[in-house]
């Protein structure tokens, strides 16, 4: 008895090619949650290791959180091309490393961008045809004032400078690709989780599909 045919194996076999997830919004949002959730039920869903020059901090492991790097280091790898992003936050360096992104979209497994609308622009821009964005707004300012105030992690002047930030960086909500507004966290979840499947099944992903379609058309 011979094995089953391409056409007849389940569609989640047919090869395709990975997403780059990337989220961002003003902090209070709601994406760091929306992004743990993700990453918690979702095992096609990995969180991508950026490189930095800050110093590592007790509680971190080196390959899970970061990838720590000298200056001299991260210079190389900026001047070689082998950044798909990089920022300067605070004086230190952060950035997405090509070759592992690449190695993952190539081998169809997804990757999640934790970035603000400075490392989006830059994944678009260079993994045009990859990346999946998603802005995540706050129903109201009032709402992520308070947001930001139930935190108690934050001074008052540094509650209203991220505020302020907040204005700048929602401004650019145009250059992404989907828009949720967090008034629910589970609606809001939900939403992403809708947009990650229907990304996953669009054709352009599968290449797999060639092979699958000549095989479904050439059954007797």
């Not at 391409?6 to 990337?22: E, Y």
């Not at 200056?71 to 990089?86: G, H, P, T, V």
Request: charged share 30%.
């Amino acid at each position: 008895m011979s094995g089953p045919t391409t056409a007849s194996l389940p569609s989640s076999r047919i090869k395709r090619r990975g997403l780059m997830l990337v989220l961002s919004s003003p902090s209070g949002a709601g994406k760091s949650t929306i992004a743990r959730n993700l990453l918690e039920t979702d095992t096609q869903l990995s969180l991508s290791v950026s490189v930095t020059t800050r110093p590592k901090r007790a509680s971190e492991i080196e390959g899970v959180h970061y990838e720590f790097l000298s200056a001299r280091e991260f210079e190389r790898m900026r001047a070689n091309d082998e950044l798909l992003e990089w920022a300067e936050v605070h004086g230190n360096f952060y950035g997405t490393p090509r070759e592992a992104a690449e190695r993952a979209m190539a081998e169809g497994r997804d990757m999640l961008f934790d970035i603000d609308w400075q490392g989006a622009l830059q994944l678009q821009e260079k993994m045009t045809a990859d990346v999946v964005s998603i802005f995540i707004l706050p129903p109201s300012m009032a709402e992520l004032r308070a947001r930001l105030n139930r935190r108690a992690e934050d001074a008052e002047d540094v509650i209203e400078r991220r505020l302020k930030n907040a204005r700048l960086e929602i401004e650019h909500w145009r250059e992404y690709d989907y828009c949720v507004v967090n008034d629910d966290l589970g609606r809001a979840f939900s939403a992403c989780q809708a947009i990650v499947q229907s990304e996953r099944l669009r054709r352009d992903r599968r290449p797999g599909l060639f092979e699958f379609v000549s095989d479904l058309l050439n059954e007797t």
